[in-house]
């Protein structure tokens, strides 16, 4: 078996929902309804409890996960997991999570791509499977980023929201991942980051996101537009053979111009941005979670994921569900 396939996908949304004019209120945010969802689109977003780990979170979306797969912890033998708000330095969190679901000596990693952390995910497991020494993947983007918002700094801490999502990826006789493609330009490191780190017992720098917003929304529709092509160039499949893109839900003004750029009609977008806000490395997994449980996605869809985040990281996966 050379190929592999997602059997299985799960996701989880801490607590209820929480509205713009609720953030505004509870935060003392200098902001609007509106105006977050003109810019945005984000209605509304969901936040971890203060004692909720992101582990706790990856927990839920793989035991979802794994119960859509009908398969047992003891089956995974290598669990990838992209984070950015992981629950130690070390161990990772795809570590912790591991001993959560009870496996044991299989392979485990954290990967930190920021918001193409499931894409950097996926495209990893997928080549280890191919590559013929593991079977079957457990493959999670988990996050916390309400931990890491300045709630003075309104141009950012509007934007995101904490989650997780986790699909099951297995060795199969035909292609369901058909192709991807990782990148990445680290002289945009200036663009958006969490410049702080632990030092010496101390914080040292800002230990919360920084973010340049129109250059990230510039850069994020062009390098979007051209990975989506390389892809389906890799694949030999054309545009309009795409059933549906699970785009990185940051911005739907992002959403709406990716897929302008690539001529198609947001009929064919997944978005879940209004209700989940960004999410990072959660959001893919959660948005194909959700249209997989509606209906809207369903067996044998070609599905175009794709992201972009801080680094600058960008990456897509072509899949065949
Ligand atoms: N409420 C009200 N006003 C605000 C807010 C807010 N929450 N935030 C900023 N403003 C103001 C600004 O201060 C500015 O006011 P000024 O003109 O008086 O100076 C005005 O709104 C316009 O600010 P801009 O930053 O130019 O607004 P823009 O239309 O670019 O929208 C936004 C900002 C939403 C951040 C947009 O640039 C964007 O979405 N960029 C991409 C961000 C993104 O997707 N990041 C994540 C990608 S990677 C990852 O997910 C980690």
């Not at 780990?53 to 990838?80: K, Q, W, Y």
């Not at 070390?90 to 930190?112: E, K, M, N, W, Y």
């Not at 297995?170 to 632990?198: M, N």
């Not at 920084?210 to 990230?216: E, F, I, N, Y």
């Amino acid at each position: 078996m050379k190929f592999s396939r997602i059997v299985g996908m799960g996701s989880c949304l801490p607590g209820a929902p929480v509205s713009n004019t609720e953030l505004i209120a509870a935060r003392g945010i200098d902001s609007s309804d509106a105006w977050i969802v003109e810019r945005s689109g984000i209605r509304n977003r969901h936040f971890a409890g203060e004692t909720q780990t992101t582990a706790d979170l990856a927990f839920e979306a793989s035991r979802a996960a794994m119960a859509d797969a009908g398969i047992d912890p003891g089956a995974i033998d290598l669990i990838v997991l992209a984070t950015s708000t992981p629950d130690m330095i070390f161990p990772s969190t795809a570590c912790l999570l591991q001993s959560r679901l009870g496996i044991h000596g299989a392979a485990a990693f954290d990967v930190h791509a920021v918001c193409s952390g499931f894409v950097y995910a996926l495209a990893t497991a997928e080549k280890f499977i191919r590559s013929g020494s593991h079977r079957c993947a457990l493959v999670v983007g988990a996050e916390i980023f309400s931990r890491i918002l300045d709630w003075k700094d309104r141009s950012t801490c509007v934007l995101f929201g904490d989650g997780a999502g986790a699909v099951i990826l297995q060795a199969a006789d035909a292609p369901g991942v058909l192709s991807s493609a990782l990148h990445a330009d680290g002289s945009f490191e200036h663009l958006l980051s969490v410049p702080g780190t632990v030092c010496g017992g101390h914080v040292v720098g800002s230990p919360y996101v920084q973010m340049d917003g129109p250059a990230v929304f510039k850069l994020a529709v062009k390098v979007l537009g051209d990975v989506a092509l390389e892809v389906l160039a890799a694949a030999g499949m054309a545009r309009t053979e795409l059933d549906w893109i699970v785009p990185h839900q940051a911005n739907v003004r992002i959403l709406q111009a990716t897929a302008k750029r690539l001529g198609l009609g947001m009929d064919k977008v997944i978005s879940t941005v209004a209700e989940h806000g960004n999410t990072s490395a959660a959001s893919i997994p959660l948005a194909l979670d959700a249209a997989w449980r509606d209906g809207r996605i369903g067996a044998g869809d070609s599905v175009l994921l794709e992201a972009v985040g801080g680094g600058f990281t960008w990456g897509a996966v072509l899949l065949r569900l």
